[in-house]
């Protein structure tokens, strides 16, 4: 286990070790400690690397993760796991607005409350959110899945394309060409793996409703030009 005191050695040190892994080496469990909300820790991991963050971060901590295994004890501020490629991103507390936009792979868990844009533009990542999400979420989500265990606030889906989102509790609006659609078998099965992959094992796939696309966005016609 290397150790890197954010209270005494640079950031750049942690990133540039990240960063440095050869493929195959066995030198791959890191922790960080007294992170004090600094920003961009963990970033551009490409290494199946275990990195545990012991207390809160500030933005885009594990941006752009492509195979780690990022955990923080602690909240998040904005744009965490922001464009995640593979791996998992786990944090124990909050995270503030656009968790995990334009993620293309891998989970994203966050165990409290996600802000506003959460998951927006998402193009593949997993997103499971235990708490509460605010306004606009998965806005212009184009694939992979939202999973919602609290409410959800204002234009949910709001020009959604393919992303499939699921809210256990109460949506407050719908955003422009998003709907409620029927929960099919498949999309059970495909729900409770997320709820397992997630750690969640006291919820059943049946309390949630799915929502996504209308598909009557996705060309220009005049009947819509409100909605645009």
């Known amino acids: 286990m290397r150790v890197f005191d954010l209270a ?18 066995n030198d791959t469990n890191f922790e960080v400690v007294n992170p004090r909300g600094s920003h961009s820790v963990a970033v ?11 207390g809160s971060v500030g933005y885009y901590c594990a941006g752009m993760n492509d195979g ?11 744009g965490v796991a922001e464009n995640m490629m593979s791996g998992t991103v786990v944090i124990e507390g909050d995270a503030s607005q656009y968790a995990g936009a334009t993620g293309r792979g891998g989970l994203l868990v966050i165990k409290g409350n996600a802000a506003s844009r959460c998951g927006i533009s998402m193009k593949g990542i997993n997103i499971v959110v235990h708490g509460n999400i605010g306004h606009m979420s998965a806005f ?19 020009s959604l394309y393919e992303a499939k989102l699921f809210v256990r509790g109460e949506v407050k609006s719908l955003g422009a060409d998003c709907i409620q659609k029927e929960m099919k078998p498949k999309h059970l ?18 309390e949630f409703k799915r929502y996504g696309s209308a598909r009557t966005l996705y060309n220009f016609n005049i009947d819509n030009a409100d909605a645009y």
């Not at 005494?8 to 080496?25: K, Y």
């Not at 551009?44 to 012991?54: A, K, L, Y």
């Not at 212009?140 to 709001?158: I, R, T, Y």
């Not at 099965?189 to 049946?206: C, F, N, Q, Y």
């Open 189 to 206: 099965k495909l729900l409770a793996e997320l709820l397992e992959k997630a750690g969640v094992t006291d919820v059943s796939p049946e």
């Open 8 to 25: 005494t050695t640079p950031l750049r040190e942690l990133n540039s070790a990240l960063h440095t892994i050869a493929p195959g080496a």
């Open 68 to 78: 780690g295994a990022v955990t923080v004890h602690g909240s998040a501020g904005p």
């Open 140 to 158: 212009m989500g184009q694939s992979g899945h939202l999973v919602v265990l609290g409410n959800a606030g204002d234009a949910l889906g709001d």
């Open 44 to 54: 551009g991991i490409d290494q199946p690397v275990t990195v545990e963050v012991r």
